[in-house]
């Protein structure tokens, strides 16, 4: 698995758990071995402007996901598909004023913002009700698997 983590936030994050974290839910999900991510983590004028050109939408936001190749989870059984998972782009600044809000680490919300990008570039989404649970489950039960295999 080729995971590339790029810091250009100005805050200071875990490149190496954020590497880890990424291979441990790519794992998880049964991504090829040889599948590609980058995960980039950007100030809030980069986010802020991503998120305008692609998402039409206007500020600062937490995390945005790009997929590439539309990889989808393996199955069991199956031999998963090779390619480019795609690029995540991380905004550590917006992920400290939500981990305040939330009452957890910033370390603790990066972790989920990561999970939670991961899990849209495998095709998961939350617009609808049961997409919401379904995701919101998936990504709850990876990080409490992260957590204790973590400590």
Same mark, same amino acid.
């Not at 995390?63 to 590439?68: D, G, W």
């Not at 539309?70 to 031999?79: A, F, I, M, S, Y």
């Not at 495998?122 to 204790?148: C, V």
């Given at each position: ?8 936030? *100005? ?29 980039? /983590? ?16 206007? *500020? ?21 598909? =090779? *390619? ?15 981990? =305040? ?11 989920l913002l990561t999970v939670h ?9 939350? /617009? ?14 990876l990080l409490e698997q992260w ?5």
């Amino acid at each position: 698995m080729s995971i590339e983590i790029i810091d250009e936030s *100005g805050h200071e994050i875990d490149v190496a758990k954020l590497s880890r974290l990424a291979r441990f839910v790519m794992d998880r999900m049964r991504v090829h071995p040889l599948a590609e991510l980058c995960v980039k /983590a950007v100030d809030e004028a980069t986010i802020a402007e991503l998120n305008q050109r692609w998402m039409d939408k206007e *500020g600062p936001t937490d995390v945005l996901a790009f997929p590439m190749d539309e990889l989808r989870p393996g199955l069991v059984g199956e031999e998963p598909e =090779e *390619g480019v998972l795609g690029d995540l782009m991380l905004c550590p600044a917006v992920a400290a004023r939500q981990a =305040e809000t939330a009452g957890h680490s910033e370390s603790a919300e990066i972790e989920l913002l990561t999970v939670h990008g991961i899990l849209h570039l495998l095709g998961y989404d939350h /617009a609808e009700p049961e997409e919401h649970r379904e995701m919101f489950g998936l990504q709850a039960q990876l990080l409490e698997q992260w957590r204790a295999e973590a400590t």
